[in-house]
């Protein structure tokens, strides 16, 4: 899996045994990061960043990797998560391939991937795993936890079971559990990786790989990342060139919108470890912060100790719906914290905050300047 | 596939060659309906109703079959189609697997079944064969022609292929033509089912069947079928019985919204042929009905001679949204018909007209008391 880790990917190894929320323990496992900007000497201008399923560590361009991150056009110098004032610190989460421990990671019990045997994973050892990496680096509290997406999640789970840790909370279209929408569309993306006989039960190999499942998985969730109003203006009914259909298939690709699904499934599929797809896509589905936190969620919410909060939706996204991004924000707001709440018209869906820079610059730029 | 098809079921044989529109013909093809109430002396009281992609012709309980039929609750004595006043023609839509020709249909030039040897089906000849059929039965004119789903796209086909076989139209859940997000939704569909090993390039058998695949197609289905704030409330985070989790995966169905998936998808995969599927999802993609007429999707709707019409669309319906339900009203609207458009606020999104019977019927039956 060595050929999924950027290049400026840096580690933190993780305490033996490490603990997993429900149950069993990793050993000898590690957590890669990447880092922009520097610390400043009162180490109080930490940023730390939690991320979507599928991004690796890799950020924004670096010294050692200048090759565009995943956020570019948001973190950098003179960027909205401007890199001249802080030290971002963004997190590849446990259980995911790039560089952080995982399904595919050795056992060090057996000398064998893990693949099947690695212990459920939660959204709580993603952000115990998270808050363990900020310490070691020597900071005992960030000034900002960003989560975006599955990140969103991670962060509400860092801040509840780390009480302190963080000063200020920006959350972009995130949840504070999943609904049954989202656990369908999700359960169907492993349903085909499974379904796929080259998954193997998870013991694939590079021979044998669920390539078909993994497509399906990722056409499946572009669906739902994007808005059927943008696909509206950007394919309408307009066909593929001719050139790009394939021969002799009678229900082949057509549409323009069928080949951007297989464009974009297929720089992926080999890009993400189908184990670790399985994990974090399952691990989405069980949070529950109010669960998680043993009381009602807007109790969990109201408890959060942050000074002030941004969060942030897009009116477009079916995968995590404005009033969730409500929910969150009417439930910090109970507590103490100052809570800015921001309903952009993206027309980008869940995706908007990868893509919209334009909506999405001014207010985290803002915020943050104001911190 | 005898056992597909319902016991009031009767045939109509299509003339040989019937000419398909994308080339190719059918030879000793028919077409499966179903009738109920009778026929008054003047001949002008027959509502003939076309299909969405997956019912039979069996549309509501009769002599001949006492079992509750798909639109049960809409069609019957002194329901919204009132069988004392109406002759109900329910045609099932040629390339289905319920009676009408359709690719697993025996091939008389070779006598064995069609499979993809079924020439190109388009919503063009399930309206051709529709309007024959009415024919055939002696009418020259039918009061309405109601269109559910595919089935108002194959009633703005034959209304502006068989201009005055109508006197008036009510369409609800429809489309002029498919926009991408439903493209992509059913390609991913008919992906499931090619890339299942069981499919065989459509040579199946009962042994060898792409069950999984239909599975699969038939889960994504009702994901948009329905809407994500109906199962907020129906299913929201509740688990299933665990003496219905199966066991010893640990990837396995465990939200009572899986568990619904997985209950609606066993009953009908075994219960709808693949080929057919294939063969009318790929139709309602192909579907434009400007691009039919030769001309701009405004000017063919304008040109529908229909007296009156009711368009109906819901609110939350994700698959052949509101807007795309306005179009046709305006459309029709900008042409002679007197035009009446309801957006409904049931919950049940794209289904809604088939179990939302309290919003749906009053206007139904308005509008069918007018005529």
Same mark, same amino acid.
């Given at each position: 899996?060595?050929?999924?880790?950027?290049?400026?990917?840096?580690?933190?190894?993780?305490?033996?045994?490490?603990?997993?929320?429900?149950?069993?323990?990793?050993?000898?496992?590690?957590?890669?990061?990447?880092?922009?900007?520097?610390?400043?000497?009162?180490?109080?201008?930490?940023?730390?960043?939690?991320?979507?399923?599928?991004?690796?560590?890799?950020?924004?361009?670096?010294?050692?990797?200048?090759?565009?991150?995943?956020?570019?056009?948001?973190?950098?110098?003179?960027?909205?998560?401007?890199?001249?004032?802080?030290?971002?610190?963004?997190?590849?989460?446990?259980?995911?391939?790039?560089?952080?421990?995982?399904?595919?990671?050795?056992?060090?019990?057996?000398?064998?991937?893990?693949?099947?045997?690695?212990?459920?994973?939660?959204?709580?050892?993603?952000?115990?795993?998270?808050?363990?990496?900020?310490?070691? !680096?020597?900071?005992?509290?960030?000034?900002?936890?960003? /989560?975006? *997406?599955? $990140?969103?999640?991670? =962060?509400?789970? @860092?801040?509840?079971?780390?009480?302190?840790?963080?000063?200020?909370?920006?959350?972009?279209?995130?949840?504070?559990?999943?609904?049954?929408?989202?656990?369908?569309?999700?359960?169907?993306?492993?349903?085909?990786?499974?379904?796929?006989?080259?998954?193997?039960?998870?013991?694939?190999?590079?021979?044998?790989?669920?390539?078909?499942?993994?497509?399906?998985?990722?056409?499946?969730?572009?669906?739902?990342?994007?808005?059927?109003?943008?696909?509206?203006?950007?394919?309408?009914?307009?066909?593929?060139?001719?050139?790009?259909?394939?021969?002799?298939?009678?229900?082949?690709?057509?549409?323009?919108?069928?080949?951007?699904?297989?464009?974009?499934?297929?720089?992926?599929?080999?890009?993400?470890?189908?184990?670790?797809?399985?994990? !974090?896509?399952?691990?989405?589905?069980?949070?529950?912060? /109010?669960? *998680?936190? $043993?009381?009602?969620? =807007?109790?969990? @919410?109201?408890?959060?100790?942050?000074?002030?909060?941004?969060?942030?939706?897009?009116?477009?996204?079916?995968?995590?719906?404005?009033?969730?991004?409500?929910?969150?924000?009417?439930?910090?707001?109970?507590?103490?914290?100052?809570?800015?709440?921001?309903?952009?018209?993206?027309?980008?869906?869940?995706?908007?905050?990868?893509?919209?820079?334009?909506?999405?610059?001014?207010?985290?730029?803002?915020?943050?300047?104001?911190?």
């Amino acid at each position: 899996m060595g050929e999924f880790i950027p290049r400026a990917t840096r580690f933190v190894d993780l305490p033996t045994p490490f603990p997993m929320h429900r149950g069993g323990a990793l050993h000898g496992a590690r957590i890669a990061y990447e880092t922009h900007g520097e610390p400043n000497a009162a180490r109080d201008n930490v940023v730390l960043l939690l991320t979507g399923l599928s991004p690796n560590a890799h950020v924004a361009a670096h010294p050692l990797d200048p090759t565009p991150g995943w956020w570019e056009a948001m973190v950098g110098r003179g960027k909205p998560v401007d890199t001249d004032r802080w030290h971002v610190v963004c997190v590849n989460s446990l259980g995911s391939c790039k560089g952080s421990t995982g399904p595919p990671s050795t056992d060090p019990a057996t000398g064998e991937p893990y693949r099947l045997t690695f212990p459920d994973l939660s959204v709580e050892d993603i952000a115990d795993a998270a808050a363990f990496t900020v310490r070691a !680096l020597g900071f005992e509290r960030v000034a900002c936890v960003i /989560g975006t *997406s599955m $990140g969103g999640m991670s =962060a509400l789970s @860092l801040l509840t079971r780390h009480p302190g840790l963080a000063r200020s909370h920006v959350s972009i279209s995130s949840a504070v559990h999943s609904l049954p929408f989202s656990i369908a569309i999700r359960s169907l993306q492993r349903e085909a990786i499974r379904a796929d006989p080259g998954w193997r039960a998870g013991d694939y190999a590079d021979e044998a790989y669920p390539h078909q499942g993994m497509l399906a998985a990722r056409k499946l969730g572009m669906v739902t990342y994007r808005s059927a109003g943008e696909w509206d203006v950007r394919f309408g009914r307009s066909r593929m060139a001719a050139e790009h259909r394939p021969g002799g298939d009678p229900f082949g690709p057509e549409f323009a919108v069928e080949g951007y699904l297989e464009r974009q499934a297929q720089r992926f599929a080999r890009q993400f470890d189908p184990n670790s797809y399985l994990y !974090l896509s399952r691990c989405m589905d069980w949070f529950d912060l /109010g669960e *998680s936190s $043993g009381c009602a969620t =807007a109790a969990a @919410l109201a408890r959060v100790e942050v000074e002030k909060a941004l969060v942030v939706g897009v009116q477009t996204d079916i995968l995590f719906p404005l009033r969730q991004q409500r929910q969150i924000a009417d439930g910090l707001g109970a507590g103490r914290a100052d809570v800015q709440f921001l309903a952009l018209e993206s027309p980008e869906g869940h995706d908007a905050f990868l893509v919209d820079t334009a909506r999405f610059s001014p207010p985290l730029a803002k915020f943050l300047s104001e911190l």
